[in-house]
């Protein structure tokens, strides 16, 4: 692996494979009744944030934490951030706090990349959202619980609905699905589809319904009103009955197909309640995997002297 | 009709990266049939016994052992395996490293008697992580340990309550266990030298080599 996670793209299927093969030995820490490892202690984790987000951050904290890392939360709001200091004066700051990771989230696109490559500091940098570009353990946690779910992901349809251009989740997605073998659909109104789209190596579609029958999976992203500065579709209630997904459409679904969504989300907006109840949502199990795969991140990285090697280039005998 | 030529009794295969084997598939049955056996002596029995194989060959030892002690006892002995990589004294000293399963009885180990299980038992210190990570996990009533081949050169406190063989060796030995499940053969070899990477006195490149083939 890559010494800083900032884009699921740097990630080979050997590295993603790897993940998912550690997070899947970390989850049963979740049923001990001491659920706590030694593997990170006396490292430090800085959880950097320069945007709002509750589960983001306390997942990480959580993995972290079980990890027996030290953990210091930095929060734009309330620091020296919201007094004007720059990116780079706040690296080094924590450089010289001798953090061993930062784990950032800041609103611009390519924040977490500055951060990594601009030489201010030597800590492996772990991208956890910047802007609408990439949320790398966003798109882990996802391809973690279809695999729990759905085995092997080669050849498996997965469905991405609703505001694309504003997804750093969707864009994730469809790298890190493509590396693991998943063919993606995203479907979204023209408006809320991203330009340069043609080349991202994905089916395209603005017809929910037509797509919803051959889905394994079924995700459905919120509609970030909190980025869009111009009208995307006309109304709440067309966009509901156009692109949400409600019980009727949930009846199209194969009996297997599961229902997921990153969180937070909107009852009745992009899905109804009764779907995001229903059996085949794996909504709430989304947020225990994402610990469980943030812990494995944090080891793999952080663990050993160096960050791990993948599973053919290591020589060892164990993958399974 | 003259016989064929008998091969002399103490010839054994060589393997096929060299070196010398000290036991061969028939060596090691017999010895985890002795194992189980002072196993069942030592505790009375098999009631609260929870085998606990150390990845990746302890594991399917344990099993072994638990399917004898079947045998022996008409008793089936909860198996299990404990992952020792995150407690390893030398984790930094490396890249991380893969993780390997962990897998507790239903059971739970709480008063129990735990026999860990491994193949080889060298420096001591895969058994202290192993302690380690037990005590995460459960309150034993009492632990021992089971290893197929102890070479010496223990580094820690540390002594095993029941043995396969003993194998005296030199620290730039190679002892290389193979298992019908993990490798498709069984046997225990012998080389004489370690052909990658220094042998240090701290033994943890030598226990490396052992364990990453």
């Keep these: 692996m890559k010494r800083h996670l900032l884009s699921a793209g740097d990630l080979t299927r050997a590295d993603a494979e790897l993940v998912l093969q550690t997070a899947e030995e970390l989850r049963s820490l979740a049923d001990r009744p001491i659920k706590k490892l030694p593997a990170l202690r006396g490292r430090t984790v800085v959880n950097l944030f320069f945007e709002d987000s509750t589960r983001t951050r306390i997942s990480f904290e959580a993995a972290a934490k079980r990890l027996s890392a030290d953990v210091i939360n930095f929060s734009a709001k309330g620091s020296s951030l919201s007094k004007g200091e720059s990116l780079k004066d706040t690296s080094l700051t924590l450089e010289a706090m001798g953090a ?9 696109s390519g924040a977490p990349h500055l951060l990594a490559n601009a030489g201010w500091s030597r800590s492996s940098v772990v991208n956890a959202g910047d802007g609408t570009h990439e949320h790398p353990t966003q798109a882990l946690l996802d391809a ?8 092997s992901l080669d050849g498996r349809r997965v469905a991405i609905v609703g505001d694309v251009l504003h997804s750093r989740v969707a864009r994730s997605n469809a790298l890190l699905l493509k590396t693991l073998g998943a ?40 509609v970030q009103r909190e980025r869009m500065n111009a009208a995307y579709f006309p109304t709440v209630r067309e966009y509901s009955r156009r692109y949400g997904l409600d019980g009727r459409r949930m009846d199209t679904l194969q009996d297997h197909t599961i229902v997921m969504h990153p969180g937070p ?32 991140v944090l080891y793999l990285l952080l663990g050993g002297s160096e960050p791990a090697l993948s599973l053919e280039a290591s020589g060892e005998e164990e993958g399974r | 009709m003259a016989a064929p030529p008998a091969t002399p009794a103490t010839a054994r295969p060589a393997p096929a990266d060299g070196g010398r084997t000290v036991l061969d598939p028939r060596d090691i049955s017999r010895a985890l049939t002795r194992i189980a056996h002072e196993i069942l002596e030592r505790n009375k029995g098999a009631d609260d016994l929870v085998l606990l194989g150390i990845p990746s060959r302890g594991v399917p ?6 399917a004898k002690i079947a045998s022996v006892e008409g008793v ?20 991380a490293r893969t993780l390997l399963r962990t897998d507790i009885p239903p059971g739970g180990l709480d008063g129990k008697v735990v026999v ?39 580094e820690l406190p540390i002594r095993a309550d029941f043995v396969g063989k003993n194998l005296p060796t030199s620290l730039v030995e190679k002892v290389s266990v193979r298992l019908e499940e993990v490798d498709g053969e069984d046997s225990v070899t012998i080389a004489g030298m370690v052909s990658t990477g220094s042998t240090t006195r701290d033994g943890s490149t030598t226990r490396d080599a052992e364990e990453a083939r």
């Design chain 2, 76 to 95: 089936d002995v909860p198996v299990g395996s404990l992952d020792v990589t995150m407690y390893r004294d030398d984790l930094r000293m490396r890249p």
């Design chain 1, 183 to 222: 063919e993606v659909t995203l479907v979204a109104p023209p408006t809320l589809l991203p330009v340069g789209v043609e080349g991202w190596d994905v089916e395209t579609s603005y017809d929910i319904d037509a797509v919803l029958p051959k889905a394994d999976v079924v995700m459905m992203l919120r």
């Design chain 2, 116 to 154: 860990l299980v491994d193949d080889v038992l060298f420096s001591g210190r895969t058994i202290r992580a192993a302690l380690d990570a037990m005590n995460d996990v459960g309150r034993p009533q009492a632990v021992q340990l089971a290893v197929l081949v102890d070479r010496g050169h223990r």
């Design chain 1, 265 to 296: 989300m909107i009852r009745g907006m992009e899905i109804t309640a009764d779907v995001a109840d229903s059996h085949r949502s794996v909504i709430v199990e989304q947020v225990t995997n994402g610990v469980a795969v943030r812990m494995a």
């Design chain 1, 144 to 151: 973690f619980t279809m695999w729990r779910h759905l085995g």
């Design chain 1, 100 to 108: 061993d990771a930062v784990v950032v989230r800041h609103w611009a």
């Design chain 2, 61 to 66: 030892l344990a099993r072994r052992v638990a």
